[in-house]
């Protein structure tokens, strides 16, 4: 995954910012439109999406969808793909779900890529749902963040969604990542867009974090929303704010999901005895997965502290340097923790009374990585 300069990226502090500029670039589509996405529901957001799907399939453009079949398997219907190729959008569900028990079921394809004409990519942590833009509630309020990519950086991108496709069609490459793509205005700094596959023995996007975490000399404030680590993740996270630097996360104020939560809280005082800082997002669900170190480095991207993204999942997230937009990111942290609680190394700051989640904590720790 090379770093690329001759690239400009824009950063998205909510989907609902997000939006109109991806319905605006995939309007000005010329070529092809490539999707790849964990969640797709139908709603206000998708169906935006959808009709210029089909109106640009329908002028000969070259459209290709893939949706994890797990992620959309309540909110699609089972012959989705089908449906979409019958208006001439080339498309696939990943994986789909059989009633059987296999390992093979917990290797999902949790990345969200849309790649226009090869020259304009987004990534991030929103999905293609209306929770994504606030349009409709879900656990209070959601928190988000996303990039848009304009530049050579793109070509990773490319490369990374025809290696799926990959998976059921023929090889590709040459014919994408060959064509010429001009430096837009703003290029500064450096884009390595970068993919994670739990097939290869590689776990990049660990080992990327676990790099920030040991070279931050200032700070390296984070926002996920899942905590489940791994003894050499918690390492580096109590390691590099037992050294000095001011490590802060954001997590939710309110869990979509129960057990994950309680199983975050089971760190939570290891971590701030060493001088970690966590905070609690009050307004609801914080879903960005977003590092920002030292006013020169940041991620963002779809992979959490978690063991499914880490482990099991096919991932992918931006590693940026110099770019202009790093400050945006970091001052949306500032931001968002204007709106949170700051957790103390407390049973009573920490749990807040929820025995039963504690309990909950202590008798999953055990199973945590297959969760």
């Known amino acids: 995954y090379p770093a ?16 109109p500029q991806l319905l605006a670039d995939l309007e000005k589509a010329e070529k092809s439109i490539f999707l790849e996405y964990f969640i797709v529901s139908h709603g206000c957001m998708w169906n935006g999406i959808e009709q210029i799907l089909r109106r640009k399939a329908a002028a000969g453009l070259d459209v290709r969808v893939i949706y994890d079949d797990a992620g959309c398997l309540s909110l699609l219907p089972h012959n989705y793909a089908e449906l979409l190729r019958a ?7 990943f994986n789909r779900c059989v009633p059987v028990l296999n390992l093979v079921m917990n290797n999902r394809d949790h990345r969200k890529i849309m790649v226009i004409d090869g020259k304009i990519g987004f990534t991030g942590g929103v999905n293609l749902a209306d929770e994504y833009i606030n349009h409709v509630e879900k656990f209070g309020r959601w928190k988000d963040a996303a ?43 450096f884009a390595a867009p970068y993919g994670d596959c739990p097939l290869d023995g590689e776990r ?14 200032k700070y390296i ?19 590099a704010a037992e050294r000095g630097v001011d490590v802060h ?14 199983l975050a809280k089971t760190h939570y005082a290891a971590l701030i005895r060493s001088g970690v800082k966590i905070s609690e997002w009050v307004p609801g669900f914080v879903h960005a997965k977003v590092f920002v170190v030292d006013d020169r480095e940041a991620v963002v991207g779809t992979i959490n502290l978690d063991y499914r993204s880490l482990y099991h999942h096919f991932e992918d997230a931006v590693w940026m340097v110099d770019a202009p937009c790093i400050p945006a990111i970091e001052d949306d942290f500032q931001r968002t923790l204007t709106q949170c609680r700051t957790v103390e190394a407390t049973t009573q700051s920490i749990w807040q009374g929820q025995t039963l989640l504690r309990l909950t904590g202590r008798l999953v720790k055990a199973i945590a990585p297959l969760l």
């Open 221 to 239: 404030h984070i926002m996920t929303p899942y905590l489940i680590l791994d003894g050499e993740l918690e390492t580096a996270l109590k390691f």
């Open 147 to 189: 990039v848009m990519l304009e530049g050579e950086a793109v070509r990773s991108l490319t490369a990374i969604f025809l290696q799926m496709w990959d998976i059921a069609q023929e090889p590709e490459f040459e014919a994408y990542l060959k064509q010429p793509i001009p430096a837009p205005a703003g290029a500064k700094g």
């Open 204 to 217: 990049v996007g660990e080992l990327v974090y676990i790099d920030l975490l040991n070279r931050a000399r």
């Open 249 to 262: 996360l954001i997590l939710p104020g309110k869990p979509d999901k129960r057990i994950p939560y309680a």
């Open 87 to 93: 208006e001439g959008i080339r498309a696939f569900s």
């Open 4 to 19: 690329w300069k001759n690239t400009a990226a824009q950063y998205f502090a909510c989907g609902e910012a997000m939006y």
